[in-house]
């Protein structure tokens, strides 16, 4: 997964780049940062509580938006179950304490989403919000660590999982007193859409791994999309809502990054069939 000791930084197979290439993703964090800073808070949109999933089943409210989170649950699940037993092979050890965060924040987006939705407000949005955080924190420190080897894996999940805690922490109390400001929770997003892809190719993940991060973070776009136009596609197709869609596609997502994950192990399945005696009778 990662580099070995004093290789040469490229990107593509054979195609050397320069050595400053390995500085980008610090000087893009810095300028992100810097971008968001001149251009001064931003704040929720005024209706962003007002989703168009009015159907209620079995007396839950906003069902289709409640119900449509049990998927991050079972992604979670399936990526807990496969790759908890595989966390000390060469293929996950490295990043493994990022993607075990990632794999149970995805498992309280499931609950904290669900339980927003059964009555959207600025106080429940936090539980939503703040587990979000955390999967992309997750998956930050993860990738980080597989490209470096993991020794500091540990270190940059705490980090990178206060920030993401101290960016919603910073939103709810900042809508409190009136002005709210989404900037450090939207710039763990951004980041997270902007490295990861980054890194991979700087350092020349294997193909599977970028192909599976490269879905997943168009799948992510499009919900992100689906989100925003809530009530335009709830109007247009009438037998779902922009939100209940996003939490469909945004579950894709995750398991588009649990697929790469578990592909890392499949070439050991197949060595291990090509060697199992039983085969031969």
């Not at 990043?95 to 965060?101: I, K, V």
């Not at 939503?128 to 980080?144: H, S």
């Not at 469909?248 to 005696?277: C, E, K, M, N, Y």
Request: contains cysteine; charged residues 15%; aromatic residues 10%.
């Amino acid at each position: 997964m990662r580099p070995a000791p004093g290789m040469d930084v490229s990107i593509g197979q054979g195609h050397p780049v320069p050595p400053w290439i390995k500085h980008a993703p610090t000087i893009i964090t810095v300028g992100m940062i810097v971008i968001l800073t001149l251009h001064g808070r931003i704040a929720q949109p005024t209706h962003y509580n007002e989703f168009a999933d009015q159907s209620v089943a079995f007396g839950i409210p906003h069902s289709a938006d409640v119900f449509s989170n049990a998927g991050f649950a079972l992604v979670a699940i399936w990526g807990w179950l496969t790759l908890r037993p595989r966390r000390a092979s060469d293929h996950l050890r490295a990043g493994w304490p990022g993607y075990r965060l990632f794999l149970i924040a995805l498992l309280l987006t499931a609950f904290g989403s669900a339980f927003y939705h059964l009555a959207p407000d600025n106080i429940s949005l936090i539980w939503d919000r703040l587990p979000i955080a955390l999967i992309c924190a997750g998956l930050l420190a993860g990738v980080r660590g597989d490209i470096r080897g993991g020794s500091n894996t540990g270190i940059d999940v705490i980090v990178l999982a206060l920030y993401a805690v101290a960016s919603v922490a910073w939103w709810a109390i900042s809508d409190r007193n009136g002005a709210g400001d989404l900037r450090p929770y939207l710039l763990l997003q951004g980041l997270a859409l902007i490295l990861i892809p980054l890194w991979q190719a700087i350092y020349r993940c294997p193909r599977t791994d970028r192909i599976a991060f490269a879905t997943a973070m168009v799948l992510y776009i499009l919900a992100k999309l689906a989100e925003v136009l809530d009530h335009e596609i709830a109007t247009a197709l009438g037998f779902v809502t922009g939100h209940t869609l996003k939490h469909l596609i945004a579950t894709a997502a995750t398991a588009a990054i649990v697929w790469g994950l578990t592909r890392r192990f499949s070439h050991d399945g197949q060595a291990a069939r090509r060697v199992d005696p039983s085969n031969l009778l």
